[in-house]
C-alpha cells in the first residue's frame, strides 16, 4: 500500500520561507512515480503548484514562478517543494500526489499540509 506523508508546513509571515516534505512508502521503485504538489485555498479548487518526474521537465503554477521549487530525492524516496518569497494568497493546504507512470494529478495523495502566510 502506497503511503504519502506530507510534513513543513505551518505560519509563516509574508516574504518568509517553507520547505515542505513528502516521504513515500510501498512504492516499490520511487523513480518509476511522477510526482507533485497541489494546494487547496479557502472557497477554491484544487490547483496544481509544481510537478517532477524523474529524468524529466518540471513544471510550475505561473503563479509560484521563480518562488517555489520542486525537487525529489529518489533515494530518500521523498519530494520537496521549497517555497520562497510566500505571499498571503499561498496560504492553503498543500497535498503531495504520485502516480506510478508519466501523469500527475491521480493515483496517490498525502493527509494535506497546511501553509499559512500572515502577519
Known amino acids: 500500500q502506497v503511503q504519502l506523508v506530507e510534513s513543513g508546513g505551518g505560519l509563516v509571515q509574508p516574504g518568509g520561507s517553507l520547505r515542505l516534505s513528502c516521504a513515500a512508502s510501498g512504492t516499490g521503485f520511487f523513480s518509476l512515480y511522477a510526482t507533485g504538489w497541489y494546494r487547496r485555498a479557502p472557497g477554491k479548487q484544487r490547483e496544481l503548484v509544481a510537478s517532477?518526474?524523474?529524468?524529466?521537465?518540471?513544471n510550475y503554477a505561473d503563479s509560484v514562478k521563480g518562488r517555489f521549487t520542486i525537487s525529489r530525492d529518489n533515494a530518500k524516496n521523498t519530494v520537496y517543494l521549497q517555497m520562497n518569497s510566500l505571499k498571503p494568497e499561498d496560504t492553503a493546504v498543500y497535498y503531495c500526489?504520485?502516480?506510478?507512470?508519466?501523469?500527475?494529478?491521480?493515483?496517490?495523495w498525502g493527509q494535506g499540509t497546511q501553509v499559512t502566510v500572515s502577519s
Open positions: 517532477i518526474i524523474s529524468g524529466g521537465p518540471t
Open positions: 500526489n504520485a502516480n506510478r507512470g508519466p501523469i500527475i494529478g491521480v493515483g496517490y
